[in-house]
């Protein structure tokens, strides 16, 4: 089977709140970005994909009945997709692809489920499966656990392939249901800025383990399966978990429940302020429960408060990444401005701000 070019786009993602509730069968509110990355895929009928992206050098070939561990490096991630399409029963296609991204990489934004959720619907463009959104975030899902390593949960996959424009997500990762609701800070003359802090999440594999290991485990001595059977009973419950970090741990994952819920309120009735609040509470329950935020990622979030920000929060899996601020618009560059000269006098690397708003989710290009 030789094709035309098909060509399929997925964009990253940034959550509003809710972070490491994805792995408890929790709640997460994430907004996908404009940002995307594009897979331009010929179909050619062989048994192999031949890669390319324009962030690499050289062209990686991978036979389409791959195995875990045959293929290391960022092409793990599409041959993960294969792998995953595979053992879902799915079938896949050999051609060429060649990967575009405006998605910064290793930013927390999540570039790689926007490279995973882009391949995947290119294949299936390809084959004219037809996958339902749902089933496509689990299949990259699997790829990045199992094929690639990362035991990620399921938020950025959903969040690149619902995504839509002026649209949060509330997701209830118990049935992984989708649900829009409105998001536009603009109407209310309000800003939602991302601060990439420049530092990547480099190292944090092993810290996302040790957090995830540790909710498995207050959730064992409470004699649950997931932190989520508890959530209704306020942090009290908590009491029972034996070892105090690992009772921590799970109470920052039931207070962002909450949060994520109070958010919701918020933005439904345009009240920035108090999401802006919602923001820095957050951020303090990942820097003081979760231990998840360092002291430059601190620095940004402080400081944008300290500029006029109604209140900031690290976004993403931790160690590093970026700061999204809620704002009166009218304070935005000075906000941005404050926070570029106060880390930089820190020694920290220049950070970058933009002005960011809810973008559509994956789907084919032209
Ligand atoms: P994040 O998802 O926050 O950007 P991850 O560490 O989860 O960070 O994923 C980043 C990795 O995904 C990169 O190191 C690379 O291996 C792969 N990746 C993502 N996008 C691309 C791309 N456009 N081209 C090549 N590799 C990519
Ligand atoms: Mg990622």
Same mark, same amino acid.
């Given at each position: 089977?030789?094709?035309?070019?098909?060509?399929?786009?997925?964009?990253?993602?940034?959550?509003? +709140? $809710?972070?490491?509730?994805?792995?408890?069968?929790?709640?997460?509110?994430?907004?996908?970005?404009?940002?995307?990355?594009?897979?331009? #895929?010929?179909?050619?009928?062989?048994?192999?994909?031949?890669?390319?992206?324009?962030?690499?050098? %050289?062209?990686?070939? +991978? !036979? *389409?009945?791959?195995? !875990? /561990?045959?293929? %290391?490096?960022?092409?793990?991630?599409?041959?993960?997709?294969?792998?995953?399409?595979?053992?879902?029963?799915?079938?896949?296609?050999?051609?060429?692809?060649?990967?575009?991204?405006?998605?910064?990489? /290793?930013?927390?934004?999540?570039?790689?489920?926007?490279?995973?959720?882009?391949?995947?619907?290119?294949?299936?463009?390809?084959?004219?499966?037809?996958?339902?959104?749902?089933?496509?975030?689990? +299949?990259?899902?699997?790829?990045?656990?199992?094929?690639?390593?990362?035991? @990620?949960?399921?938020?950025?996959?959903?969040?690149?392939? #619902?995504?839509?424009?002026?649209?949060? *997500?509330?997701?209830?990762?118990?049935?992984?249901?989708?649900?829009?609701?409105?998001?536009? =800070?603009?109407?209310?003359?309000?800003?939602?800025?991302?601060?990439?802090?420049?530092? !990547?999440?480099?190292?944090?594999?092993?810290?996302?383990?040790?957090?995830?290991?540790?909710?498995?485990?207050?959730?064992?001595?409470?004699?649950?399966?997931? *932190?989520?059977?508890?959530?209704?009973? $306020?942090?009290?419950?908590?009491?029972?978990?034996?070892? =105090?970090?690992?009772?921590?741990?799970?109470?920052?994952?039931?207070?962002?429940?909450?949060?994520? #819920?109070?958010?919701?309120?918020?933005?439904?009735?345009?009240?920035?302020?108090?999401?802006?609040?919602?923001?820095?509470?957050?951020?303090?329950?990942?820097?003081?429960?979760?231990?998840? @935020?360092?002291?430059?990622?601190?620095?940004?979030?402080?400081?944008?408060?300290?500029?006029?920000?109604?209140?900031?929060?690290?976004?993403?899996?931790? #160690?590093? $990444?970026?700061? +999204?601020?809620?704002?009166?618009?009218?304070?935005?560059?000075?906000?941005?401005?404050?926070?570029?000269?106060?880390?930089?006098?820190?020694?920290?690397?220049? =950070?970058?701000?933009?002005?960011?708003?809810? %973008?559509?989710?994956?789907? =084919?290009?032209?």
């Amino acid at each position: 089977m030789t094709g035309a070019a098909i060509r399929y786009a997925a964009p990253g993602r940034v959550n509003l +709140i $809710g972070e490491h509730t994805d792995y408890n069968h929790g709640f997460a509110l994430p907004i996908a970005l404009p940002q995307r990355t594009t897979v331009t #895929f010929t179909p050619d009928g062989t048994a192999a994909v031949t890669v390319r992206s324009d962030h690499e050098t %050289g062209a990686i070939r +991978i !036979p *389409l009945d791959t195995q !875990p /561990g045959a293929t %290391g490096g960022w092409a793990a991630y599409v041959a993960g997709v294969l792998w995953s399409l595979r053992v879902a029963g799915r079938r896949s296609v050999g051609g060429t692809m060649y990967i575009t991204s405006e998605v910064q990489i /290793g930013s927390g934004l999540s570039s790689s489920a926007a490279l995973e959720c882009a391949v995947l619907g290119a294949v299936t463009a390809a084959t004219g499966d037809r996958v339902d959104r749902t089933e496509q975030a689990r +299949i990259a899902q699997r790829a990045e656990n199992d094929y690639v390593g990362a035991p @990620t949960g399921l938020m950025d996959q959903l969040a690149s392939l #619902f995504g839509q424009d002026g649209h949060a *997500l509330l997701i209830d990762f118990q049935d992984a249901a989708v649900t829009p609701v409105g998001f536009d =800070p603009a109407s209310a003359d309000a800003a939602l800025l991302l601060i990439d802090s420049r530092a !990547p999440h480099a190292h944090a594999g092993g810290e996302y383990a040790a957090r995830r290991a540790s909710c498995e485990r207050a959730a064992h001595d409470l004699g649950v399966a997931s *932190l989520r059977e508890v959530q209704d009973r $306020g942090v009290e419950v908590l009491s029972a978990v034996v070892d =105090p970090v690992d009772r921590r741990r799970a109470r920052h994952i039931l207070t962002d429940n909450r949060r994520v #819920f109070a958010v919701v309120d918020a933005v439904t009735a345009e009240d920035y302020s108090t999401v802006g609040r919602l923001f820095s509470e957050s951020h303090a329950s990942m820097r003081d429960d979760f231990e998840i @935020t360092t002291p430059h990622i601190d620095l940004v979030a402080d400081t944008a408060v300290a500029a006029g920000a109604y209140g900031a929060r690290m976004t993403g899996g931790g #160690f590093g $990444g970026c700061v +999204i601020a809620v704002a009166p618009i009218d304070r935005a560059d000075a906000i941005a401005e404050r926070v570029h000269r106060t880390v930089v006098d820190a020694g920290f690397a220049a =950070p970058t701000c933009s002005r960011i708003h809810a %973008g559509s989710g994956a789907g =084919p290009v032209g």
